[in-house]
């Protein structure tokens, strides 16, 4: 028997890992499922994974815009274009006008205040309204909103810095409590604030390291870097900053972020290129971007060309990602705002269409992302899209990176875990993965294993963990391998309480019984796979051996006179059984001696060394004693003759001188000498007594 030749994984491959530590608990999974923006449009997705376009908004606006739904039940907070705010009920809210100026970019975002469900805070870019010089700065307007209420304005445009641009993003710190709230300035400085239970932090800028200014094409002047949008990764490790350009080259840089510190990483940021300008003073280079949800790809819309690119950003060599560029769609109608959804899938705003395109598989590599011009569409002529989609917190979407069900494979297996992209990354346990320091390693457990992501760059505990369930192989009972003679079967028995499947199936009783019958031809090795409830499949066999029959032979017939014996011979065998025993000298010998009172067949069973037999036959033919009478002896007169006569058989032979006249009849005429002449006749059988008369000389 060949034990466990073979064990299948029904899982092959786990492609993601479980929910970030530093991305949103599952109350924030339903805060980003209430869209606003545009003409009048909306989107609203549900739990079943179904979207759904809102029949009316009166949102108006081709920049941006944001919006917030309930954490918890995913119904409509309050939504706003960065001078208005509407409630739930799509009425202005109290107080909740000329917050700011409306801009045609990323100037707006609303966030919850840690430790609460009813404060909330719009922050947003640009003039305040009683000002007319710009960037002026990023500002705050404060909102209360207690249960069952449409909510009020309780502090508005308070400002929180001197100099901003339009860009303006924020990620969850790692410890959950509160965000990382991202910005610039005119000079191009990188600014952040953390906002959390205590309200808005202390503000820092960042100008050495990774970023600086001279990251762009060329310095730029005063009052030039309002431009631009800013945007995270899923798993807040890594901020993507877009300037458009008026020369032959704009760039996309990447920077490492560390949610535990709100610090940029002093590490090389990637530079993308991005087609720049043919007509001078006209804008060129990246419109929007939004990171894939495993943060290994990055999709950019052009300013010029209507183009959707997507670049490979796994890897930190600015040279080997600008090589991995793709151009996934083109379009007479100019792209631009992208927002990752709670989805999964990517959306595309198409300036005053009516609808949106959608990237159905972002994660994915050119073509096989599928991406549609015209994957939503909107219920009324009157909506339109915008440049812009609601700016959100992509840590708040709620993505997993892969359905919890296909964490898990059979004992034996291996499978393959997904990081996303991870700067220095380092996975624990890694005593049971191909490497510890690589992105995607090959996870090869013996029982269930949670294993835990960390990063390099940062330092708030893993940054995410992937459990992998092993499920046991079935467990099985079966006899060992066994040995048949030609014509017999057997039975084979798995002793199991899975599932059994046999093959090869031409000589089986039944091809999916725990208990089969087999009747070979010749050897065979018949397989089985035992599969469990969990679909784990263990591969075993057993040896079915055909012997062959032995070439047993009784030797010749022969012929014996009765009361003879003879020595029979038997050959081809390991033993032997004679019958009749009657007349031999053994029963269970190869040779033995046969003394039969009459003619007898006698039948030899020999048995092979692996048990099987076959049978041969010899007959003994007993020949009856024939009795032969010469008559009396005679006397006679010299030179006389007598004829004698024998009696008792059919042919016969004389045994004497050359005196009788022939010595093969049965009355030869003896013409003896003067001495007496002894004559014997015998009959010409095999078998038969002797007689014998004598002639003598008599008184003459």
Known sequence: MHSNVNRIRFALLILAVAVAMCAPNALAQRAATQWRFGEGAGLVFHPDGSVTSVFSSPLRTIGGSTSLADRRTGELLFFSDGRTIWDRTDAVMSGGTEISVESHGQHVLALRQA???????????????????????????????????????????????????EGLTAIRRCDRDGYWVIGRDTAGALLVWPYDANGIGLVTSHSVGAWSVALWSRDRPANAWWWGTTRASVDGRRVAFAHPSDDSMALVVIVDFDPATGRFADTPAIRIPIDGSVLPGQAAGADDMSFSPDGRKLYVTTFIGGRLLQFDVSTNDSLEVARSRRVIATSSTRMSGLQLGPDGRTYVATEFEQGLGVIERPDSTGDEARFSIRGVSFPRPTQYSGRNLPNLVEGDLGLRRIPAPADSMCAGGVVQLRAGWVANPRWEPAATLSCATCLDPLASPNSTTTYYLYSGNGGCGPIDSATVTVFPTPTYRLGGDTLLCPGESTELVVSTSASVRWLPSDDLSCTDCRRVFVAPRTSTTYFFDVTSDRGCVVRDSVHVTVAPLPPVSAGGDTTICEGASVRLHASGGARYAWSPATGLSCSDCADPVASPAATTTYRVTAWSDAGCSSSATVRVSVAPVIRVDAGGDVAMCPGTSVRLAATGAEAYRWDADPSLSCLDCADPIARPGVTTTPARADSAAACATRSASSCSRGLC
């Open 115 to 165: 430790g609460s469900d009813r404060r909330y805070a719009i922050f947003t870019s640009y003039k305040a309204p009683d000002d007319t010089s710009w960037p002026l700065g990023y500002f705050a307007t404060f909102i209360d909103l207690p249960p069952s209420s449409r909510g009020n304005v309780t502090a508005r445009a308070t400002r929180i810095t001197g100099s901003s641009s």
